[in-house]
C-alpha cells in the first residue's frame, strides 16, 4: 500500500462491475460483507461509490433511495490500513452531495459501533432517532441492536 496523506491521493468515484470482488474484500474487513438478507437484499453498484488509491479499491459506500425525500445509507468500510486518513468522511460527503443533489431531504444510518456513531453526529449532523434489532451479524458481532440516526440533507446543502 502506497503511504499518503489524510487522503489527499485518494479518487472517490462511482462503483464499477469490475470494482465487486475489491469491494467485496473492502466489507468482508468490516465484518459487511454482502449475504442477502432483510438488512440488505441487494447490493445495488449504481447506489456505492468507491474510493481508490493508485487504482486500488481502499473504500466504500452505498446508499438506497426510499422516497423522493427519503434514502438510508446502506454500507460505508475502508480498509484498515488506510483508516484514519479522512477517507471514511470523503466517501460520507459525496454520498450526501449525491442524494442533496437528488432533493433527498433525510438520511437514515444505522450503526453500532459507538465511535462511528458520534463520528456522524459530529461531522455530519446526524441525531439519534432509535434502535433496530440486528437481523443478520453485520458489524459487531457483540452488539444485538443498530443505533439509527438521521441526518437533514437541507442543511447539509446549506454547510451544516
Known amino acids: 500500500m502506497d503511504s499518503f496523506d489524510n487522503a489527499t491521493s485518494v479518487l472517490i468515484e462511482p462503483?464499477?462491475?469490475?470494482?465487486?470482488?475489491?469491494?467485496?474484500?473492502?466489507?468482508?474487513?468490516?465484518?459487511?460483507?454482502?449475504?442477502?438478507?432483510?438488512?440488505?437484499?441487494?447490493?445495488?453498484?449504481?447506489?456505492?461509490?468507491v474510493a481508490r488509491m493508485t487504482g486500488r479499491v481502499v473504500g466504500v459506500a452505498g446508499y438506497k433511495v426510499l422516497s423522493a425525500d427519503e434514502a438510508k445509507t446502506t454500507l460505508l468500510a475502508v480498509l484498515p490500513e488506510t483508516r484514519r486518513n479522512g477517507i471514511g468522511r470523503k466517501l460520507q460527503e459525496r454520498r450526501m452531495d449525491e442524494l442533496a443533489a437528488l432533493g433527498v431531504r433525510t438520511l437514515t444510518t444505522n450503526a453500532d459501533r459507538p465511535d462511528t456513531i458520534v463520528w456522524y453526529e459530529n461531522h455530519f449532523g446526524y441525531v439519534r432517532v432509535g434502535t433496530l434489532p440486528k437481523l443478520h451479524s453485520f458489524g459487531l458481532?457483540?452488539?444485538?441492536?443498530?443505533?439509527?440516526?438521521?441526518?437533514?440533507l437541507t442543511r447539509w446543502r446549506k454547510g451544516l
Open 141 to 152: 458481532e457483540n452488539v444485538s441492536e443498530w443505533t439509527t440516526l438521521e441526518t437533514d
Open 15 to 49: 462503483a464499477r462491475q469490475a470494482d465487486l470482488p475489491e469491494i467485496m474484500a473492502v466489507l468482508k474487513t468490516a465484518n459487511m460483507h454482502h449475504i442477502p438478507s432483510p438488512e440488505m437484499p441487494e447490493f445495488d453498484l449504481a447506489c456505492a461509490f
